[in-house]
C-alpha cells in the first residue's frame, strides 16, 4: 500500500472529498456537513480549538485523496466530535480507518478523553471501528433535511404571534433556561438581523418554547441550531419550525438544511413543518482509559 497519512493542505479539495464520502449512506456521518461550501466554512472558521493541521488527518494514495479523519476538538470540555474516518476504497484498505485514528491521536493533548460520534447505521466499516474500540452506545436519532423547494408554498403563513425581540423577556427566559443573567446577556449579544431567537410567550409573558436560528450566509451556515418547545401545542411546534425555514431560506445560499432529532421527538410536528426524515444515526460514545 502506498498511502500516505498528512496533515491538510487542500482545504477546498478536502471539502470536495467530504461531500463526495459523507452523501453516501453507507459512509455519513452526523458530525460533517452535506454540502462542500459550509463543509469548507467549518473546517476554515470554526473546526475545533486546535488549529485544523492538528486537528485532521488526510490519507493520499499518488495524489488522490483516499481518507480523511478530524476531531473537533473543545479543550474546556476535553472531547472532541469525530468527522470520519472516511475510507473511499474500504477492500482495497482494510485498516486505513484505524490507521488514521492512530496517527491522529498520536499528537492529541493526554486530557482529551472523550470521543463523540454520530453514525448512519449504514456506516458499517465505522460501526466495525467503533466495536473494536469498546465505544458506548448511547442513544439513537434521526437524521431529518428540509428542501427550499419543497415548502415555498408554506412561506405566506401567517406567524405574526411569533415573538423575535427577545429584550422585554429577559428575566422570563432566564427563569426558562435557568440560567445567570449575564449568560443570557452574552447570547443575546450574537443575535442580529441573520442570527434570530424565535419564540412564544404565553397570557402572562412567559416563555412557553423557542427556536434559536444561526445564520450566516458569509460562511454558509444555516441551521435550526437548538430548540424546545415544553408546553407548546402541536401547532404552534410546526408555525415555529416553519418560522424558522422561512428565515433560513430567505438568504440566497440555502437549498436545505440539516436537523439531528431525539427518536421520542413527535416526528409528524417536523415532517408537518417541511422536513423529510430519511434516516437513523447512531451515536456513541468512546472514553479513552490510557
Known amino acids: 500500500m502506498t498511502v500516505q497519512i498528512q496533515r491538510p493542505t487542500d482545504i477546498p479539495l478536502l471539502a470536495v472529498f467530504l461531500e463526495m464520502m459523507n452523501n453516501r449512506k453507507e459512509h455519513h456521518v452526523g458530525f460533517c456537513s452535506l454540502e462542500r461550501h459550509t463543509i469548507h466554512s467549518k473546517l476554515t472558521y470554526y473546526f475545533s480549538d486546535l488549529p485544523l493541521k492538528e486537528s485532521f488527518v488526510v490519507a493520499y494514495d499518488n495524489g488522490e485523496i483516499v481518507g480523511a479523519l478530524g476531531f473537533d476538538i473543545y479543550l474546556n470540555l476535553n472531547k472532541a466530535k469525530v468527522c470520519g474516518p472516511f475510507v473511499k476504497y474500504l477492500d482495497k484498505y482494510p485498516f486505513l480507518a484505524e490507521d ?10 493526554a486530557e482529551l478523553e472523550t470521543f463523540e460520534f454520530l453514525v448512519n447505521e449504514n456506516n458499517f466499516s465505522i460501526r466495525q471501528l467503533l466495536l473494536k474500540l469498546q465505544a458506548n452506545e448511547v442513544k439513537r436519532m434521526f437524521f431529518s433535511k428540509a ?5 415555498e408554498n408554506l412561506f405566506y403563513e401567517d406567524t405574526s404571534e411569533i415573538q423575535s425581540d427577545v429584550h422585554p423577556f429577559h428575566k422570563s427566559f432566564c427563569n426558562f433556561l435557568q440560567i445567570e443573567e449575564d449568560q443570557w446577556l452574552n447570547f443575546t449579544s450574537t443575535l442580529n438581523e441573520d442570527q434570530k431567537l424565535f419564540f412564544y410567550i404565553d397570557e402572562v409573558h412567559n416563555i412557553s418554547g423557542y427556536a434559536y436560528i444561526r445564520v450566516e450566509p458569509i460562511h454558509y451556515v444555516g441551521e435550526i441550531h437548538h430548540f424546545t418547545f415544553q408546553s ?3 401547532e404552534k ?15 440566497h445560499p440555502f437549498k436545505q438544511t440539516e436537523l439531528f432529532l431525539d ?15 430519511t434516516d437513523e444515526m447512531i451515536y456513541y ?6
Not at 428542501?147 to 415548502?151: G, N, R
Not at 411546534?237 to 424558522?244: Q, V
Open 147 to 151: 428542501m427550499k423547494d419543497s415548502i
Open 285 to 290: 460514545q468512546f472514553i479513552k482509559t490510557t
Open 232 to 234: 407548546l401545542s402541536k
Open 237 to 251: 411546534c410546526t408555525k415555529l419550525l416553519r418560522k424558522s425555514l422561512q428565515h433560513i431560506f430567505s438568504y
Open 263 to 277: 427518536i421520542d421527538e413527535q416526528l409528524n410536528v417536523f415532517t408537518d413543518a417541511g422536513f423529510k426524515v
Open 100 to 109: 488514521m485514528w492512530l496517527a491522529l491521536n498520536e499528537d492529541m493533548p
